[in-house]
């Protein structure tokens, strides 16, 4: 049993969290920089990694305050390493180090998809073996964990992931960024009437976003240039269908062929209605996570970095963060 300080930056959003005994959450400051990178219609690595040296300290001090206890009183001191944008990782990273040689407390370099993946276990309690439905901005895998902490990547993207594909379709809609929870807002107030390919692909467990993504941006630019507007409900509608028809599919497919004992969703698009709706009827048990910790947080940072700690997988103090970095 151990209480955990975790930070995470891998991307726009600085957090810093503190977990007790693996489910009691003492803080879980997150400070966006949505409002920032939304005048440019995505993040802009070298503003985020700014923002991040400016906030740090403060988002800390938040941290602790919330929890009302000193570093002292902290077991470890947890990170995300990878993957991401590295000045967002590393300002994280040099945070983590410089607390971790201050107080004399182990360091724990923890993989962000790890990350969402134990989002789950802060509220619920995952049963092995289990496949997690990783979908984020970044990523779109399907992970078998035949018991804790231990991940096979079974399925992956071609192309776009799921979050991006999202992401570019909003743009193209002129919706503000991110995409993603626009176009599922927008979606259930649409109907399904566009016609958009359902890419199931083969047999395998691979996804590829592209083709979708270009069918709804060709579709769109058929319209404008008649001088018409696309039904934009409705096509939200039409590309939320197919997508969380295609992940659905495959997941359910992978985990009754795998025989898994559930299904976890991880990532910041296991917040999408449309996708919870859709796996609530999966003959395999499926946990999303609290909405509260779908997207980037710290709080999932600290609740796979207290599995870690458990299994005593501790890091050096010389570790490196990994932009690109498989699970
Ligand atoms: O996990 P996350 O916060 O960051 C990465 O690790 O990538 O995921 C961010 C992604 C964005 O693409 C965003 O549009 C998407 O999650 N997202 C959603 C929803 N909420 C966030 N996509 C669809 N529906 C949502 N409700
Ligand atoms: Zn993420």
């Known amino acids: 049993m151990a209480t955990i300080l975790a930070i995470e930056s891998s991307c ?78 590393h300002v994280g990273m040099q945070e983590a180090k410089t607390l971790a040689i201050a107080t004399n407390k182990p360091l724990i370099g923890v993989h962000h998809i790890a990350g969402h993946i134990y ?26 964990m035949k018991s804790e902490f231990n991940f096979e990547v079974v399925g992956t993207t071609y192309d776009d992931a799921i979050g991006e594909a999202y992401d570019k379709v909003g743009r193209v809609l002129h919706l503000p960024y991110p995409g993603g929870p626009e176009i599922d807002r927008m979606a259930h107030l649409g109907e399904h009437t566009y016609d958009l390919p359902v890419p199931l692909l083969d047999d395998s467990y691979n996804f590829s976003f592209s083709g979708l993504k270009s069918a709804v941006i060709n579709l769109n630019h058929k319209f404008e240039q008649r001088g018409e507007e696309v039904r934009k409900n409705d096509l939200a509608c039409t590309f939320q269908d197919v997508a969380v028809e295609v992940l659905s599919t495959k997941a359910i497919k992978a985990a009754v062929d795998l025989n898994v004992k559930e299904i976890i969703v991880a990532g910041g698009v296991s917040a999408n209605k449309g996708l919870r709706e859709k796996m609530a009827k999966s003959p395999v048990p499926v ?12 709080a999932m940072i600290a609740s796979a970095a207290s599995v870690m700690y458990r299994h005593e997988k501790f890091s050096e103090l010389d570790i490196s963060v990994k932009p690109h970095y498989d699970l």
């Open 119 to 144: 989002a789950n276990a802060i509220e619920n309690t995952i049963h092995y073996p289990c496949l997690a439905l990783v979908v984020s901005g970044g990523h779109t895998e399907l992970v078998y």
């Open 12 to 89: 726009d959003e600085m957090s810093v969290a503190i977990l007790k005994d693996e489910k009691e959450l003492l803080a879980n400051v997150v400070a966006s920089q949505i409002d920032i990178h939304k005048q440019y219609g995505g993040v802009v690595p070298e503003i985020a990694s700014r923002k991040h040296v400016e906030c740090v300290s403060t988002v800390l001090k938040e941290a602790l305050r919330t929890a009302n206890i000193t570093i002292d009183d902290v077991d470890a001191i947890a990170v995300t390493k990878g993957p991401g944008l590295v000045g967002s990782l």
């Open 287 to 298: 946990i999303f996570p609290p909405m509260k910790y779908c997207t980037d947080n710290a």
